[in-house]
C-alpha cells in the first residue's frame, strides 16, 4: 500500500485520535476543522499526547517529531485535494455528512477515497450523494482511537470490492485490528451493546437494582472493565440515545426503543462525564 496521503475532517477528539494513528503509521495527515484555531488545537492536542507518551518512555522524542512532521492543519477543504483517502468524523447527523460528502466529491481527486467514522448512520446514502460511490467505505474507529485496537470496516451495496480491501488495509497499517461489516445500523459493536445499554437503564428506571448494583454486577459476573451505566456516562447520554433511535428507525425493534429515563436525562441537560453529570456525578 505503501504512505498515504490522509485527510481528516472534523476538530473532535475523534479526528485528532485517527490523526495520530494515522501519523504514527508513516501516512502523511491533513486535518481539517471549519476554523484555523480549532485545527491548530487538534495538531496542540496531537503534540500533547506524543509527548505524554515521550515522558511515560513508550516513545522516542525523534519519532515525535517525525510524527508531528508529518500533520499539517487547514481551515480550507480545498487543501484536500490530493488526498488518496478522507476520512470524515463530524457531528453524527446525516444531512450534514450528505452536505460534506458531495462538497468533498466536486474537491479530492477522482481516485481518491471517500470514508466515514459514522458508528450508526448508512453509509450508502453518503455513497450516493457523490458522483463515485463505488469509492466510499465505512471506516469505524473507536474512542479513544490511538488505545482501542478495533476498526469497523463498513461494505455499503456500492463499494467495491477494491475500495473495502483498501480501506481494509489502511486500518492494518495503522496496527488496528479490522473486522468487516455490512452496511447496517449499529454495524457489529452498537447493535450488540445498545439493546444491553438501554436494558441497563430500563432496570434502573423499573428500581430492579440501584445504580451502583447494576454496574457492579455487570464487571463482576460478565468481566466487562466497566458496568452499563458509567458506559453510558463515558460515551455521551445524547449520543447513545441519538444511536438508539437510529436503530430503531432502521430495524423497529422494541429492543432499540430509547428507555424514557434516558430520553429525560437528554433533555435535562445530563449527558454523562462532558456535562458534569449522568447516572454519575463527575
Same mark, same amino acid.
Given at each position: ?20 494513528v494515522?501519523?504514527?503509521?508513516g ?7 471549519r ?37 499539517? #492543519? =487547514? *481551515? ?13 468524523? @463530524? /457531528?453524527?447527523? &446525516? ?5 460534506l460528502?458531495?462538497e ?12 466515514t467514522?459514522?458508528?450508526t ?7 450516493v ?7 466510499v ?5 473507536f ?10 470496516i ?16 489502511? #486500518? =492494518? *497499517?495503522?496496527?488496528k ?10 454495524? @457489529? /459493536?452498537?447493535? &450488540? ?42 460515551v ?9 433511535d437510529?436503530l430503531y ?34
Amino acid at each position: 500500500m505503501g504512505n498515504l496521503t490522509v485527510g481528516i475532517v472534523g476538530s473532535g477528539i475523534m479526528g485528532s485520535g485517527i490523526a495520530e494513528v494515522a501519523a504514527k503509521a508513516g501516512h502523511t495527515v491533513i486535518l481539517r476543522s471549519r476554523k484555523q484555531e480549532s485545527a491548530d488545537a487538534m495538531v496542540a492536542g496531537l503534540e500533547t499526547s506524543l509527548n505524554r507518551q515521550v515522558e511515560k518512555g513508550r516513545l522516542e522524542a525523534d519519532v515525535r517529531d517525525e510524527v508531528l512532521g508529518r500533520v499539517s #492543519a =487547514t *481551515s480550507e477543504l480545498s487543501n484536500l485535494a490530493d488526498c488518496d483517502l478522507v476520512i470524515e468524523s @463530524i /457531528v453524527e447527523d &446525516l444531512d450534514t455528512k450528505l452536505g460534506l460528502f458531495k462538497e468533498l466529491d466536486g474537491i479530492v481527486k477522482a481516485d481518491g477515497i471517500l470514508a466515514t467514522n459514522t458508528s450508526t448512520l448508512p453509509v450508502v446514502e453518503m455513497a450516493v450523494a457523490t458522483g463515485r460511490a463505488d469509492k466510499v467505505v465505512g471506516i469505524h474507529f473507536f474512542n479513544p482511537a490511538p488505545m482501542m485496537s478495533l476498526v469497523e470496516i463498513i461494505a455499503p451495496l456500492t463499494a467495491s470490492d477494491a475500495t473495502v480491501a483498501a480501506a481494509t488495509e489502511f #486500518a =492494518t *497499517s495503522c496496527g488496528k485490528d479490522p473486522v468487516q461489516v455490512k452496511d447496517r445500523a449499529g454495524f @457489529i /459493536v452498537n447493535a &450488540l451493546l445498545f439493546p444491553y445499554l438501554n436494558n441497563a437503564v430500563r432496570l434502573l428506571e423499573a428500581g430492579t437494582a440501584n445504580r451502583d448494583d447494576i454496574d457492579t454486577a455487570m464487571k463482576g459476573g460478565c468481566n466487562f472493565p466497566m458496568g452499563p451505566l458509567a458506559l453510558l456516562d463515558l460515551v455521551g447520554l445524547d449520543t447513545s440515545l441519538s444511536i438508539l433511535d437510529a436503530l430503531y428507525a432502521e430495524f423497529a425493534d422494541p429492543n432499540y426503543a430509547a428507555v424514557p429515563l434516558l430520553r429525560r436525562m437528554v433533555s435535562a441537560g445530563k449527558l454523562g462525564r462532558k456535562s458534569g453529570a449522568g447516572f454519575y456525578d463527575y
